[in-house]
């Protein structure tokens, strides 16, 4: 058990350090956006994650984004404003002053910034890491390019034509500061052969690129491959070739 916990604790110090030698000598960073961890671990498994944010470890959406970078993320560790709840049976923390949204997202993206895995009403550690992950937020500057990855969760109200527009005010806030700057999203179909999967370029403007995964299964359920969307590496590989 102990050298167990030695391995993993070196490999974990491994995979720090060479993420920071990454960020020193790359030109871009690419940032996840949310919705929820997925992308995260796709930019992690795909070595070309630059560091944690806000949005890596929770649930959250493109409006939530663009308020708290409006208000450069004062109010998001506010206690006034976060309480439990759950989801089934996990307790999650959520903020209630990053609630409002429209109702085109996934049902579990429009209950309010969701600490999925932190709990920073108590634990003093959750929120010294939440404040590390606002303060690279805030760090952003025109030194290097930005890709900021986003996740949109396939959902039965889905607006593609929305959802870009909301891109654009997000990404105006950045290029308004003369940071170069973009947003790549992905989401999902469902289809019922291996003949059908594939991956489509939906959106292609000079600063949004926006990509459809055909898939057999929903990135979802109780099957970690299919949650991580594992089963699908073949397909996030075109689209990371392609956004690199």
């Known amino acids: 058990m102990f050298f167990k916990r030695i391995i993993k604790e070196y490999q974990q110090l491994k995979k720090r350090l060479s993420m920071r030698l990454k960020n020193v000598f790359s030109n871009t960073h690419y940032i996840s956006i949310g919705e929820n961890c997925l992308t995260d671990n796709i930019l992690d498994r795909f070595n070309i994650k630059s560091f944690s944010t806000p949005y890596s470890h929770g649930r959250s959406n493109i409006e939530y984004a663009i308020h708290l970078e409006k208000e450069r993320y004062r109010n998001l560790l506010t206690y006034e404003y976060l309480y439990y709840d759950y989801v089934g049976e996990t307790k999650v923390v959520r903020n209630r002053h990053y609630s409002q949204s429209d109702e085109t997202y996934n049902k579990l993206h429009v209950n309010g910034f969701e600490f999925t895995h932190h709990d920073v009403i108590n634990n003093d550690t959750h929120r010294k890491s939440y404040e590390r992950k606002v303060l690279r937020m805030l760090d952003l500057d025109d030194r290097k390019k930005l890709k900021f990855i986003y996740h949109y969760r396939n959902n039965e109200n889905m607006n593609t034509q929305l959802f870009v527009q909301k891109s654009e005010e997000f ?74």
């Open 171 to 244: 990404l105006k806030l950045y290029l308004e500061r003369n940071i170069n700057s973009e947003l790549i999203f992905f989401t999902q179909e469902i289809v019922s052969t291996k003949e059908e999967r594939a991956i489509v370029k939906i959106h292609d403007s000079k600063n949004i690129k926006g990509y459809v995964l055909k898939t057999l299964e929903a990135w979802e359920g109780n099957d970690q491959d299919v949650f991580w969307a594992k089963k699908d590496n073949d397909l996030l590989i075109k689209m990371i070739k392609e956004i690199k």
